[in-house]
C-alpha cells in the first residue's frame, strides 16, 4: 500500500485519517503476532487474501469520497461509527470487504464499485473523490499545486449547450491537471492545436484518446467515452 500511504502522508491538511484508523483498528486485533503494530502492519503480504481485500475497500472508499463531505453521512460521526462497527463485528474473521461496502451503499447517496458501469456517466460517480482519480492518473503523483483545466475548452461547447448538460461538460472526463502557466497558456485553445505545442508525451500523459478526429467539440460525447474507458483502465489496474 506504499501509494496509498503517500496519499495519506502528503495530503494530511485534506485527507481524512479515518480509513487509516480504521485498518489499524483491524490488523491490530486480527493479527496473531506480539510485536508492536508496525511490525503486524509489515506482516501483511501483498498475495494475503486480507491485504488484498483491504487495499480493494481502500481504494474504493477514496474514489467514491467516502470520507468527504457531502456523501450522504458525516464522515467523523455516522459513517465512523457504522464502519468501525462492521470491523468490530469481524474480530477473528477475515476482512469484512462486502460487509463494508453493503454498509456504504445503504447510507451514501451513492457508492459504486462496478466500474463497467461507469462508462456512460463520464465517473460523475467519483466526483467527490476527484482528486483520487487525478493521483492514479498521473501515476500517483500529488500535484496539489496545479489547476484542473477543461480538455475541451467551456467556451468552445457554448455552441453546443442545447445538447449537453455542466455535467458533462465538468465530468472528470474532460478535466486534466496543469501547472498555472500551462493553464493560462491553454485558455480556451482548440485542443489540436494546443497538443500541437507539446512534447509527444502530453497525449500519454493525460490520458488523451490518440483519434485526433475526436479533440473537436463536435465529437465531444465521444471523447467523453474514449477518455472514460482510458481512464477505467487505469483505476482498474489500480487495483489488481
Known sequence: ?????????????????IPLYLLTYYIFYNQKLKADLTMQTRAFDKNNSDFVAMRKWLRFSLLNGVFTNGCGWRPAQKGLRLLHQTIKDS??????????????????????????????????????????????MYDYKILSRYEED??????????LKKNLDEK?????????LLTPSENKSKADMKLDDW??????????????????????????????????????EKIIKSLE
Open 150 to 159: 477543461h480538455i475541451i475548452a467551456k467556451r468552445l461547447l457554448d455552441v
Open 91 to 136: 474480530k477473528g474473521k477475515n476482512f469484512p470487504i462486502e460487509d463494508l461496502f453493503d454498509v456504504c451503499k445503504q447510507n451514501l447517496h451513492s457508492f459504486k464499485v462496478r466500474l463497467d458501469n461507469n462508462r456512460k456517466t463520464y465517473l460523475d460517480e467519483f466526483q467527490l473523490g476527484r482528486e483520487y482519480v487525478f493521483y492514479i
Open 1 to 17: 500500500m506504499t501509494n496509498d500511504y503517500d496519499w495519506f502522508t502528503k495530503n494530511k491538511k485534506t485527507t481524512s485519517p
Open 168 to 176: 458533462q461538460i465538468n465530468s472528470i472526463a474532460n478535466l486534466e
Open 195 to 232: 497538443i500541437r505545442q507539446q512534447s509527444d508525451d502530453y497525449v500519454r500523459l493525460h490520458l488523451i484518446p490518440n483519434d485526433n478526429s475526436l479533440w473537436k467539440p463536435g465529437s465531444f460525447i465521444n471523447f467523453l467515452e474514449a477518455r472514460t474507458k482510458l481512464i477505467l
